[in-house]
């Protein structure tokens, strides 16, 4: 170890004093991560985005970790032999045998019974299962499970969950080809914002010898752009195909290789977009990805439909790590705040082999605060925000009735080109605005002033109950229309940019088809039928002059770089921060909006590109644009160490926590309304990598969160370590630059009082707010002017050469407690040069004005009990549910009755079906006279438990709101619920197929918690159902940081 620091203090040595001090820390957090680790620690398609959607469980799958040994093979051996009286109902979908990373298998087994049987024949103790029901479009019961840690098995040490991953989706662009010649503007991204040409030309630095790895959709390495074609004598070089052969077979007729990661599907294209992100090179189109010279290695984990399932996800991991991979990029994840899955804990695993793990923070933006995805959760993986691009190329409409200005349409999937011509709108007359009609009923238009103008003409709509395609079939059948122009009238500041048109997906449309933006149909429509143009104006005596339809519009072919409003600015989509815990989420953001980049060569339609382009937006955009700047940081660091990277594990291992620092140490941070944007929105800002690699000064940690006011000192003091790794003296100055604050609750409602279950559980009117409990989350999140002070011990500092200078820094809240309502505070704390403004860095904080405990877990008039058949049928306090044995007697399947739809000895939760939605005979067990507790969770919780108490006598209950209150721990306990309890649930959204969920009790009880436990049905008596849910951040161990609900009586006779 010595001659390694010789070696290093010769060749680099002021960067030497951070490797031996990186080494040192993480010697530290890694014992204190191996102490933690024993103890608890303190989705509705959207096609508008790179969606990646909620936590959907994998029934009966399992993940099993082997115990530390190089051998796993002998674990995996003894474990099979435990397991062989199952063997018959249990699939092994993956087996693991990389010691450094994960070793163990993957299970699926046939039913619940033989879960039971599984956990039993391995000798474990009980496993912690959920019975999570939520209510969805497929009225099946979803069922969450969390990792447990296993200590009295020789061979296994920890059981999780496996969740199904959805494959990203994403938001198109119509264009007909690429930009003129002329232009001096580069793709992916611009040198003026991104510093990306700068550091190949002026450095030299181009990603060469770094190999760069995804877990995707496959590629089209056929594509010229990527290298044409995927073998060592390719730039993509690695890889592999991980999609069960059947679901490419059911999907595109034939499979590739294992060891094949082409992209076949017919539709799609995500991985073949983001890998042209981070190497593509096409300098015709003045194209050159972000680290071109990269070798590169794709795992294919999604198929043509559906998403992929976690183990997957982790075989490609433990493949990638195999492989010899130096960066990963995962451009995928499941929505879930918590750290603590599988995927994360591998993927942060990773890092401390010194792979550097790039994922994305998600596109959950509309759904408020906390919602960040996993793995990008992981401790040391680097989660990204999306800022919008500062152009991208497209096509433009020019209307006659306009002049001077031009508008952004976009091409249905079937329409190639659309034709010029007299674009003209039949009004509904029952309407006071005398909107256009949606021309879903061409025999009704037909019958309509003005509808004989259509024919040979350009039909404006706008969108309605019926498709697309009907819409341009209804048009030109009974109108005679050439083509039809659709708007979205329901376009909100919440849901979308009325300057954007809207994307249509068509399959037979007989005429062209096109989307077009709100704001420019409501400039067409509003005064070309004689109303006046602005909302306030209702006088329908007011003409307009200068009627805008019909008019002339026209298509020219030539492709534009059309500016972007918003450039610069956090994407619209991309999520907010921070974690459950409290951890800064997202770390950094990259550019993710209105991204062109390379697609397969076989899709059959590109929405108006030429083949084998497109333009995309998401988060799964910026991630590529992250992982691409980490290839080139580690060349120049390579390059400056100048030492054998493999021979020193401990340099490299050290590689990835600089990295990340450095990264976010030298970002540039974007602004709103003249403030810096939030670091929950943005993380350490917009990565800039000539600035990474050039600047001398580094700052370690580099976030700080303070954290809630539970308590007035924990957290509130933190020392940051300012190194200069220059060769120069530099003179620095700190600054504060606080942000506008993210607000996750409403400011001007009122905390509520106690509304009864019938009138919450019936309001699902968003629009209403005067409803529900004032701690019921924004979706989105709203801003305002919180603020704190910060006290620094030093205001200016000089650094020489190699030299470290701690500086301390504490929060001063607000003096006013009255205030606070959970405002995130945050800001950026800024060290200047005096003399060189290119040396300086930057980091960012965050904190909230509030008592995480404080916060409550259900909302008003939640939990509450009703028949599993009838959940209107609400039960008050006082009133008594009766069960009848025979009833329990039936479900469970005792005296040979037979369950009807399942031949599982468990019951499962069901799904709640809406007023519109009722279900089939088939989609439900018979549940008829069963006791149903339906909870709506405003705020997540880290533990939920669930047991059967002897229930009060009437005396003992005093009024509707005793059945909240802190944890009873006198309380008579009967047995605990199976499937109790849940550890790491997320909230409730606003949103109805995720308003609530339920769980319905078959009269089982167990003597402990967990899996594989005895259960008996309870005998004749009086009992109530608990439901105790942890705080965030609460103390298991204080009654106080635990909110109760206590059901009514429950009569069993």
């Known amino acids: 170890m010595y001659r390694l620091y010789i070696i290093m203090y010769r060749l680099y040595p002021f960067f030497l004093i951070y490797v031996l001090f990186i080494i040192i820390s993480s010697i530290i957090v890694q014992a204190e991560d191996d102490i933690n680790d024993n103890s608890i620690k303190n989705?509705?398609?959207?096609?508008?985005?790179?969606?990646?959607?909620?936590?959907?469980?994998?029934?009966?799958?399992?993940?099993?970790?082997?115990?530390?040994?190089?051998?796993?093979?002998?674990?995996?051996?003894?474990?099979?032999?435990?397991?062989?009286?199952?063997?018959?109902?249990?699939?092994?979908?993956?087996?693991?045998?990389?010691?450094?990373?994960?070793?163990?298998?993957?299970?699926?087994?046939?039913?619940?019974?033989?879960?039971?049987s599984f956990s039993s024949l391995l000798n474990m103790k009980p496993i912690n299962d959920l019975a999570n029901a939520r209510k969805s479009s497929s009225k099946k019961s979803k069922r969450l499970l969390q990792p447990v840690i296993i200590d009295n098995n020789p061979w296994v040490k920890k059981i999780y969950p496996l969740y199904f991953v959805s494959r990203p989706d994403w938001q198109s662009s119509s264009s007909s080809s690429l930009m003129n010649d002329s232009s001096t503007l580069q793709y992916p991204y611009d040198d003026s914002i991104s510093q990306i040409k700068t550091v190949h030309e002026t450095?030299?630095?181009?990603?060469?010898?770094?190999?760069?790895?995804?877990?995707?959709?496959?590629?089209?390495?056929?594509?010229?752009?990527?290298?044409?074609?995927?073998?060592?004598?390719?730039?993509?070089?690695?890889?592999?195909?991980?999609?069960?052969?059947?679901?490419?077979?059911?999907?595109?007729?034939?499979?590739?290789?294992?060891?094949?990661?082409?992209?076949?599907?017919?539709?799609?294209?995500?991985?073949?977009?983001?890998?042209?992100?981070?190497a593509g090179m096409d300098t015709q189109k003045r194209f050159v990805g972000v680290a071109p010279d990269v070798n590169l290695g794709m795992w294919r984990i999604f198929g043509c439909e559906g998403g992929a399932s976690e183990d997957t996800v982790i075989q490609g991991l433990t493949m990638a790590h195999q492989a010899g991979c130096d960066v990963i990029n995962m451009s995928l994840g499941v929505q879930s705040a918590w750290a603590e899955d599988a995927m994360a804990v591998v993927a942060d695993r990773l890092t401390q082999q010194g792979i550097i793990v790039v994922a994305v923070a998600g596109n959950q933006a509309d759904a408020g605060a906390y919602l960040q995805n996993t793995p990008g959760t992981g401790k040391h993986v680097v989660s990204v925000a999306s800022l919008d691009n500062l152009y991208y190329p497209t096509t433009v409409l020019l209307v006659d009735s306009i002049p001077n200005e031009s508008f952004e349409y976009q091409l249905s999937t079937t329409t190639s080109s659309f034709p010029n011509g007299t674009l003209v709108a039949i009004y509904n007359i029952t309407e006071k605005d005398h909107t256009p009609i949606d021309m879903c009923n061409g025999s009704e238009a037909s019958k309509l002033p003005g509808s004989t103008q259509v024919k040979g003409n350009i039909l404006l709509v706008q969108r309605g109950s019926c498709t697309f395609d009907q819409k341009a079939i209804e048009a030109h059948n009974h109108l005679g229309a050439m083509g039809i122009l659709v708007y979205d009238d329901k376009v909100s500041e919440e849901n979308g940019n009325g300057d954007d048109p809207i994307s249509i997906q068509t399959i037979d449309s007989p005429i062209p088809v096109a989307g077009i933006s709100r704001n420019l149909a409501h400039r067409l429509y509003r005064l070309g039928n004689g109303t006046a143009f602005h909302d306030d104006d209702d006088d329908p005596k007011k003409k307009s002059l200068y009627p805008l339809l019909p008019t002339s519009i026209f298509f020219p072919p030539q492709v534009i770089d059309k500016p972007l409003s918003t450039a610069m600015q956090v994407s619209q989509f991309s999520s907010t921060g921070p974690t459950y815990e409290l951890d800064l989420k997202p770390n950094i953001a990259g550019i993710g909006g209105q991204v062109y980049s390379t697609l397969p060569l076989q899709l059959e339609n590109t929405a108006g590109f030429e083949s084998g382009w497109g333009v995309r937006s998401g988060t799964s955009m910026a991630g590529p644009h992250v992982t691409g700047i980490m290839a080139l940081f580690l060349q120049a660091t390579r390059k400056q160490l100048d030492v054998n990277m493999q021979s020193n594990q401990q340099i490299i291992n050290s590689l990835v926590s600089y990295a990340m620092e450095h990264l976010q140490n030298h970002a540039k941070i974007t602004m709103k309304d003249d403030m810096p944007d939030h670091p929950l929105l943005q993380g350490a800002g917009l990565v800039q990598p000539y600035d990474m690699i050039k600047n001398p000064i580094h700052v370690s940690p580099s976030q700080i969160s303070f954290n809630d006011t539970s308590s007035l000192i924990d957290y509130k003091t933190h020392t940051l370590q300012i190194t200069n790794l220059g060769g120069e003296s530099v003179n620095l100055t700190i600054h504060h630059r606080p942000s506008k604050s993210v607000n996750p609750y409403d400011s001007k409602k009122e905390t509520s009082k106690k509304s009864s279950s019938s009138s919450t559980f019936n309001r699902h009117d968003q629009s209403d707010e005067d409803n529900g409990n004032h701690y019921t989350l924004l979706e989105p999140v709203s801003r305002g002017d919180a603020q704190v002070e910060l006290v620094f011990d030093k205001q200016q500092i000089t650094l020489a050469p190699g030299q470290m200078i701690p500086i301390q820094i504490q929060v001063k809240l607000p003096s006013n407690t009255s205030s606070y309502d959970y405002q995130?505070?945050?800001?950026?704390?800024?060290?200047?040069?005096?003399?060189?403004?290119?040396?300086?860095?930057?980091?960012?904080?965050?904190?909230?004005?509030?008592?995480?405990?404080?916060?409550?877990?259900?909302?008003?008039?939640?939990?509450?009990?009703?028949?599993?058949?009838?959940?209107?049928?609400?039960?008050?306090?006082?009133?008594?549910?009766?069960?009848?044995?025979?009833?329990?007697?039936?479900?469970?399947?005792?005296?040979?009755?037979?369950k009807k739809k399942n031949d599982d000895d468990e019951i499962k939760s069901t799904t709640i079906p809406s007023n519109n939605d009722v279900p089939s005979d088939e989609d439900f067990l018979d549940v008829s006279g069963l006791p149903a507790v339906v909870c709506r969770m405003i705020t997540a919780t880290r533990e939920i438990r669930a047991d059967i108490i002897l229930a009060e006598s009437s005396s003992d209950k005093k009024d509707d709101d005793s059945s909240k209150r802190s944890m009873d721990i006198s309380t008579t306990v009967v047995g605990y619920i199976p499937n109790f309890p849940v550890l790491n649930v997320d909230r409730n959204r606003r949103t109805l197929d995720n308003y609530y969920r339920q769980f319905v009790w078959n009269g089982e009880v167990q003597a402990t918690p967990g899996l594989g436990v005895a259960r008996q049905i309870v005998a004749p008596g009086r009992y109530s159902i608990r439901v105790q849910a942890l705080r965030l951040l609460g103390d298991p161990a204080n009654p106080n940081h635990w909110e109760t609900w206590v059901s009514n009586p429950i009569l069993v006779q």
Request: glycine share 10%.
């Open 43 to 116: 989705d509705d398609d959207d096609p508008d985005n790179d969606t990646i959607s909620g936590r959907q469980i994998i029934p009966n799958a399992y993940l099993l970790e082997y115990v530390d040994n190089v051998d796993s093979q002998t674990h995996h051996t003894k474990v099979m032999s435990l397991l062989a009286p199952i063997t018959q109902q249990m699939k092994i979908r993956q087996v693991y045998q990389n010691s450094k990373l994960f070793s163990g298998m993957s299970v699926q087994l046939s039913s619940d019974h033989h879960t039971r």
């Open 203 to 278: 450095l030299g630095y181009t990603g060469k010898d770094i190999n760069v790895c995804l877990l995707d959709s496959g590629v089209d390495y056929r594509h010229p752009a990527l290298g044409g074609g995927f073998g060592p004598q390719y730039k993509i070089k690695l890889g592999a195909n991980l999609v069960d052969p059947q679901d490419d077979i059911n999907s595109v007729g034939y499979h590739h290789e294992k060891g094949d990661p082409f992209d076949p599907c017919p539709a799609g294209g995500h991985g073949t977009h983001v890998t042209g992100i981070i």
């Open 824 to 898: 995130m505070y945050g800001g950026y704390i800024v060290w200047e040069s005096t003399s060189d403004e290119t040396k300086q860095a930057s980091v960012p904080y965050f904190g909230v004005l509030g008592s995480m405990p404080d916060l409550p877990i259900f909302d008003d008039g939640f939990p509450f009990m009703a028949p599993a058949e009838n959940l209107t049928d609400i039960y008050s306090p006082s009133e008594t549910f009766v069960l009848h044995l025979d009833d329990l007697y039936r479900v469970n399947n005792i005296n040979g009755t037979k």
